[in-house]
């Protein structure tokens, strides 16, 4: 059987992968082996890669969303298959796995995602197309100016300051974010994994807004090399409109271009006006969509 378990040493291979099929994400080798061989706390998360010749050619993951209060809600992430072993149905064998797997979790709901040229494969295995994530990329040769701070407001970089504000920004900021799957449950323990501790986080870059004192909006770098991914930007409710998540993803951009990233990628839900109104104003162009599609397990 081509598809198999996954295991740490597979890391290399399945970065490989990814910079063919998902060229827009950012997730490095120690990123990627770190999640297999120390997966995130209370997701039972596991994957499965599929492999031709001693060559990793296909990959999937499967955990339960602790993100959300919503329950018997699984995810499977990034199901693909290289161009060149696709319609061979190692696709279809890295799905099932992934079913299998969350079943035994008593999943009830599951959410994937699948490219604009995928669609017809999710929709022939049960699952129906909701909603369109906007990936874009931004050149940052020459890198972007730096934001001038209006009176009152200071930009800080992440280095130095405590986790539970930055924590706490996250979770006001996030929960009306337009989603099929809420984010109104993520506990302390699961944020400190995927963002404080995650091996990727630029924190010189990564840029928090204070004002009068008090964070008010942030943006995340987590960074590969001379890449990097806007991990999340984003302003509590008490501090919209004023331009504060602009002047934070500005203030990011700059630093991590001052500190020899070449190229940022962010992603954005279809339904974030805001969001897209800051990155078409920051000059991103399309690269890519997914979907999220969505199936109900008996």
Request: aromatic fraction near 8%; glycine fraction near 8%; charged fraction near 25%.
């Amino acid at each position: 059987m081509p598809v198999r378990a996954v295991v740490p040493e597979d890391a290399a291979g399945v970065v490989a992968l990814r910079a063919v099929v998902h060229p827009y994400l950012v997730r490095g080798v120690e990123s990627t082996r770190r999640m297999i061989a120390n997966p995130p706390p209370g997701e039972e998360w596991t994957a499965f890669v599929a492999e031709v010749d001693g060559r990793i050619v296909g990959w999937v993951s499967a955990y339960r969303n602790v993100r959300t209060s919503e329950e018997g809600v699984g995810e499977i992430a990034l199901p693909h298959v290289h161009p060149d072993h696709r319609r061979q149905g190692l696709g279809r064998q890295l799905l099932d796995r992934a079913l299998a797997h969350l079943l035994t979790l008593g999943t009830r709901r599951v959410r994937t995602w699948a490219q604009t040229g995928s669609l017809d494969f999710a929709r022939r295995h049960g699952f129906v197309p909701s909603r369109e994530m906007r990936y874009s990329a931004l050149d940052l040769h020459p890198a972007p100016p730096a934001p001038a701070p209006p009176p009152g407001v200071r930009l800080r970089p992440l280095a130095g300051l405590d986790p539970r504000p930055v924590y706490d920004l996250e979770v006001t900021s996030a929960a009306d974010e337009p989603d099929d799957i809420g984010s109104d449950a993520l506990s302390f323990e699961n944020w400190r994994y995927d963002v404080w501790e995650n091996v990727g986080l630029d924190r010189e870059a990564s840029t928090v807004v204070e004002v009068d004192g008090v964070p008010a909006s942030y943006s995340l770098v987590i960074r590969d090399g001379d890449r990097m991914w806007s991990d999340f930007t984003g302003t509590a409710p008490a501090y919209r409109g004023r331009g504060l998540a602009r002047l934070a993803k500005q203030a990011a951009l700059h630093r991590a271009a001052t500190r020899g990233v070449r190229t940022a990628y962010t992603s954005n839900d279809e339904a974030n006006a805001p969001m897209l109104a800051v990155n078409a104003r920051l000059g991103y162009r399309p690269v890519a969509s997914q979907w999220s599609c969505l199936r109900e397990l008996t």
